[in-house]
């Protein structure tokens, strides 16, 4: 009997010192943590009696945050937010995040596209009861039209559209069309054509967005352009970019400050999400036509959302 073991028992013991030699995996080196103090709004500050919130998160050599980020209540250094970032200042949420009461109940939790909520996104009251949502679209700005002269002309060759929102927008769907003079004419119905699409809960936003688009959309243009514009736009919350807009001959400087940047595109409906508490955008168009006038024709329509 004690033959049979001879063999396994001395393979075993002449493996030992190989496998002790073998190399460790290299410890994977992060850079530190760091530690920002916010106040109430939070504003980041350094005084501490104005104290009310603390990130603690890491950063590669460029300053992008790497891994998960915290946020805590301070000085209890309750956890208030977890999740990933990417970005900061202004913060963008990615990927499964969840926020907490100070009391301890959670707050929400669900899913962020480049700080967009989806569809799984659910919140709660600080007594533990669910946060329902009700959801309807609205006219914020009627059909409107307007002359956009010509760039070498002696009138102005661009135009600002003013958009203001009602309180509690999560989304807009706009339709812009721009086409130069001599073009079929454009017809199409305001925006109070999707006033129908309605829905409840908080998830239920960017399905009620691309519904709302969808059906823009099938409204159409009695006449397609038939040749494209020689137009350029932006979209901004920013009234000094728009102002920029006005004073550079249609620039502006910092495109971040823009939801969104067109070049000679004839004809758009798009859904767009928004930043909670815009109240206002501003549509700017610029006709980089020499010789030939534009028309430009804007509807918009706000997702407006009532949580209770």
Not at 17 to 46: G, I, M, N
Not at 147 to 174: A, E, Q, W
Not at 248 to 253: A, P, V
Request: proline share 6%; glycine share 6%; net charge neutral.
């Amino acid at each position: 009997m004690t033959k049979r073991y001879v063999l396994p028992i001395l393979f075993l013991l002449a493996s030992l010192p190989v496998l002790a030699q073998r190399p460790k995996p290299a410890a994977v080196s992060l850079p530190p943590a760091d530690t920002v103090y916010f106040d109430r709004d939070w504003e980041r500050t350094e005084t501490l009696e104005e104290v009310a919130y603390a990130r603690i998160a890491r950063h590669d050599a460029a300053g992008k945050t790497i891994g998960t980020v915290r946020d805590y209540y301070y000085p209890s250094w309750k956890k208030q937010w977890e999740g990933k970032m990417a970005s900061e200042n202004p913060d963008k949420p990615t990927g499964l995040c969840c926020g907490w009461h100070e009391n301890g109940q959670v707050s929400f939790r669900g899913t962020y596209v480049n700080g967009v909520q989806q569809a799984d996104f659910r919140s709660w009251h600080d007594d533990g009861r669910e946060i329902k949502c009700s959801s309807v679209m609205q006219d914020a700005l009627p059909l409107s039209n307007a002359t956009i002269h010509c760039s070498n002309c002696m009138h102005s060759s661009r135009k600002v559209f003013t958009v203001d929102l009602p309180v509690g927008t999560v989304g807009i769907v706009y339709k812009l069309d721009v086409r130069d003079e001599g073009q079929p004419p454009i017809s199409w119905s305001t925006a109070l054509a999707v006033a129908a699409v309605a829905g409840s809960g908080g998830a239920a936003a960017p399905a009620l967005l691309s519904t709302a688009a969808s059906a823009l959309t099938k409204q159409g243009n009695n006449a397609p352009p038939t040749v494209s514009t020689k137009c350029h736009w932006y979209i901004t919350p920013d009234e000094n970019a728009a102002q920029q807009f006005l004073a550079t001959k249609g620039t502006i400087s910092r495109d971040k400050l823009c939801f969104r940047a067109a070049e000679n595109t004839p004809q758009e409906t798009r859904p767009m999400a928004l930043p909670a508490g815009t109240r206002r955008l501003y549509v700017c168009v610029n006709n980089d036509n020499y010789t030939t006038d534009a028309t430009a024709t804007l509807s918009v329509s706000a997702l407006v959302q009532d949580c209770k």
